[in-house]
């Protein structure tokens, strides 16, 4: 299983809901409990006190980010400014392990980069990364800060446009980010008789919708809001596409055996919890409605 502020009306249009798609691929998504069983629920709280933590740079807490950084995960590709979902997601964990705003770094890793072996330029990476069985070979994970639904997008008038069920979309042309759980959605679940065309990145996808050199994009729901309001002439969400009864859920990336995952699980816990990254989630993305399940 391998997606900035929206203009005002578009903000509107998405109930204060880009367009990354990033959510990773390469095998079977982990539940909500599987992830939960991360190292931070035996993190003690002392082990997590800010001047005790392992960090890359002493009294820094590094996060880093692909670049570009996406709507509505970030705002104006600034992900230092607090605005979009991951930057506030990012700076509330911050705040839960004793950083102030100005003790945060950004830096820039790309997505590839992150998902693979090997010691890293951040403490954390925030990008729409979801967590697999597959990944934690490589990296570290956090437990899910904000649970998937994928959907296609489309335009007004394209061949897919009143699709209502998966059976629908078997004959449609369809597109990815590379390496995306977006991508395994169009392989293992929709299964479309003609090969899905894979893209660098989503705005390349998004410009391949325009040319209509594929009927649809695959990517998940908040960035799908996203790009039909504005990103696309005419956009619109065909449906999405649930995980069922164990979604799909993105973390926070650490390198591997990091001293810092079962802080940053227990600062995400503690978030969740407290009902904050709901708050979160209805300050930035955008609801499910007008995106029906397609089954």
Do not use: H
Request: charge should be neutral; proline fraction near 5%; include cysteine.
């Amino acid at each position: 299983m391998l997606v900035r502020s929206v203009a005002a009306a578009s903000l509107a249009l998405l109930a204060l809901l880009g367009a990354a798609g990033c959510s990773p691929t390469d095998s079977k998504t982990d539940s909500k409990t599987d992830s939960s069983d991360s190292p931070a629920v035996s993190a003690a709280p002392d082990d997590c006190d800010k001047s005790k933590l392992s960090l890359l740079r002493p009294g820094t807490f590094t996060v880093a980010t692909d670049n570009p950084a996406y709507e509505p995960w970030f705002s104006d590709n600034k992900p230092s400014n607090g605005k979009g979902y991951e930057s506030a997601v990012a700076y509330a964990v911050a705040e839960q392990l004793g950083f102030q705003p100005s003790e945060v770094k950004w830096v820039t890793a790309s997505f590839n980069s992150v998902v693979t072996p090997g010691r890293k330029n951040f403490d954390v990476d925030i990008n729409q990364v979801s967590i697999s069985a597959e990944r934690k070979k490589a990296v570290d994970f956090s437990t899910g800060y904000y649970d998937v639904a994928q959907s296609v997008v489309t335009y007004q008038g394209s061949k897919i446009a009143n699709a209502t069920s998966l059976a629908d979309l078997k004959a449609a042309k369809l597109g990815a980010q590379v390496g995306t759980t977006s991508y395994a959605t169009i392989t293992d679940t929709i299964k479309p008789s003609q090969k899905p065309s894979v893209y660098d990145t989503n705005d390349l996808a998004v410009q391949a919708l325009k040319n209509k050199q594929i009927d649809g994009i695959v990517v998940d729901l908040p960035t799908g809001f996203y790009m039909s309001a504005a990103q696309l002439d005419n956009g619109k969400i065909v449906g999405q596409i649930s995980s069922g009864s164990s979604p799909e859920q993105f973390g926070f990336v650490l390198t591997k055996g990091s001293k810092l995952t079962a802080c940053v699980s227990k600062a995400v816990d503690a978030l969740r919890g407290e009902g904050a990254l709901a708050r979160l989630q209805e300050q930035w993305l955008a609801t499910a409605g007008g995106a029906p399940e397609l089954k």
